[in-house]
T-cell receptor, first 116, second 109 residues
């Protein structure tokens, strides 16, 4: 595909339910990021992968959040036992290289998660 | 924790007016990027500024990086309804990206 895709686009979950959010980065992109964005706010960093290696997971809010990128391409963000405060848009971004400071991040459209 | 504060948080102006959005931090960044985000979409990169004092122009948009590489501004001349969106600055460091708090701009025809 031409850009970063994410699925599902919308997810409604009952409190306590587990969810899995998928990100398909641009083919060949080394770096992959997950962000959490509240309405009208800037994205907040969750985690960063360089190929299959998760180099930074300092932004994950709790141990209920888990991300993987086993083959260095598709990534999944899993949230266990969802809580209402997990409701947000989850954005995935990829970039070609190893996060050089001038690189462009290409964002997907996001998954809007609503926990009831 | 690196923080990037944007001001104003909200801005509603008439078509044809000029505006400036500010992005401030107490931290030094290797580069500063500006993004625009429309509802239901991910942010899209507008520009990257790297050198302290650097000024870049993109049609009616002018971006400036502060001399100390801690702050930046975005100036829009003769705003158009198509400029409506959420404007985000992002500070880049080694293997780290920090986004600003966002400025929601509405341009009324």
């Amino acid at each position: 595909g031409a850009g970063v895709s994410q699925s599902p686009r919308y997810k409604v979950a009952k409190r306590g339910q587990d969810v899995a959010l998928r990100c398909d980065p641009i083919s060949g992109h080394v770096s992959l990021f997950w962000y959490q964005q509240a309405l009208g706010q800037g994205p907040e960093f969750l985690t960063y992968f360089q190929n299959e290696a998760q180099l930074d997971k300092s932004g994950l809010p709790s141990d209920r959040f888990f991300a993987e990128r086993p083959e260095g391409s598709v990534s999944t963000l899993k949230i266990q036992r969802t809580q209402q405060e997990d409701s947000a848009v989850y954005l995935c971004a990829s970039s070609l290289g190893k996060l050089q400071y001038q690189e462009t991040q290409y964002f997907g459209p996001g998954t809007r998660l609503l926990v009831l | 924790t690196q923080l990037l504060e944007q001001s104003p948080q909200f801005l509603s102006i008439q078509e044809g007016e000029n505006l400036t959005v500010y992005c401030n931090s107490s931290s030094v960044f290797s580069s500063l990027q500006w993004y625009r985000q429309e509802p239901g979409e991910g942010p899209v990169l507008l520009v990257t500024v790297v050198t302290g004092g650097e000024v870049k122009k993109l049609k009616r948009l002018t971006f400036q990086f502060g001399d100390a590489r801690k702050d930046s501004s975005l100036h829009i001349t003769a705003a158009q309804p198509g400029d409506t969106g959420l404007y985000l600055c992002a500070g880049r460091g080694y293997q780290k990206v920090t986004f600003g708090t966002g400025t929601k701009l509405q341009v009324i025809p």
